[in-house]
Structures are given as structure tokens and as C-alpha cells.
């Protein structure tokens, strides 16, 4: 059974950073791309950021890019998203999902597994 379990999350100040981690088990880690997605209250889901199975290409959202970083272990079926000068608006839970295939992509539909999501808070 499929199981992404993130951690990391919390409250910093604006300008601060975070570091995130999805621990993936049950599916073939190393052969999937990617992703993380985040959802603020009374928002839609939006992409944040993905890399591909191999992990040798990133894509990031414009509102994140030269912001956040993301980076998997393959060894240690983990992904990782770094965050640093945090802003209040990227206050939101952040979920972390694998895509079908190898490949990057930044429509939800394409990633069948899902983690519970972390709460990232930024205060002002």
C-alpha cells in the first residue's frame, strides 16, 4: 500500500526558512516524479513544485522560483522541499504526491498518490 508522509512544517517568521520531507513507501519511489502542492484556506490547490524520477530536473511555480528548492534521495525514497524567505502567503498546507509516470507535470490529475500534508504558517 502506497503511503507519503511529510514533516517539517511549522510556524516562522517571515523571511525565515523550512525544510520539508515526504517519506514515500509502497510503490516504486525511484520511477516516479515528484511533487508538491500546497492549499491555503478557501483556496484551490495550487502546484509548488516538482522534480522527475531521476531527479535531474526540477520545475518550480513563479511565485516560489529562486525561493524554494526541491531535491529527492532516491536511497532513501525521500523528497524534499527547502523554503527560505518565507512570506505570509505561502502560509498553507503542503502536500506531497507521486506522479504516474517519470516525467514532471503540474496538473493534480497526474499524481495518484497523496500524503496528509504539513502546516506551514509565516507570520508577519
Known amino acids: 500500500q502506497a503511503q507519503l508522509v511529510e514533516s517539517g512544517g511549522g510556524l516562522v517568521q517571515a523571511g525565515g526558512s523550512l525544510r520539508l520531507s515526504c517519506a514515500a513507501s509502497g510503490f516504486t519511489f525511484s520511477s516516479r516524479a515528484m511533487g508538491w502542492f500546497r492549499q491555503a484556506p478557501g483556496k484551490e490547490r495550487e502546484f509548488v513544485a516538482a522534480?522527475?524520477?531521476?531527479?535531474?530536473?526540477?520545475s518550480y511555480a513563479n511565485s516560489v522560483k529562486g525561493r524554494f528548492t526541491i531535491s529527492r534521495d532516491n536511497a532513501k525514497n525521500t523528497v524534499y522541499l527547502q523554503m527560505n524567505n518565507l512570506k505570509p502567503e505561502d502560509t498553507a498546507i503542503y502536500c506531497c504526491a507521486a506522479d504516474r509516470n517519470m516525467y514532471i507535470s503540474i496538473l493534480p490529475s497526474e499524481f495518484d498518490y497523496w500524503g496528509q500534508g504539513t502546516q506551514v504558517t509565516v507570520s508577519s
Open positions: 522534480i522527475t524520477a531521476s531527479g535531474s530536473t526540477p
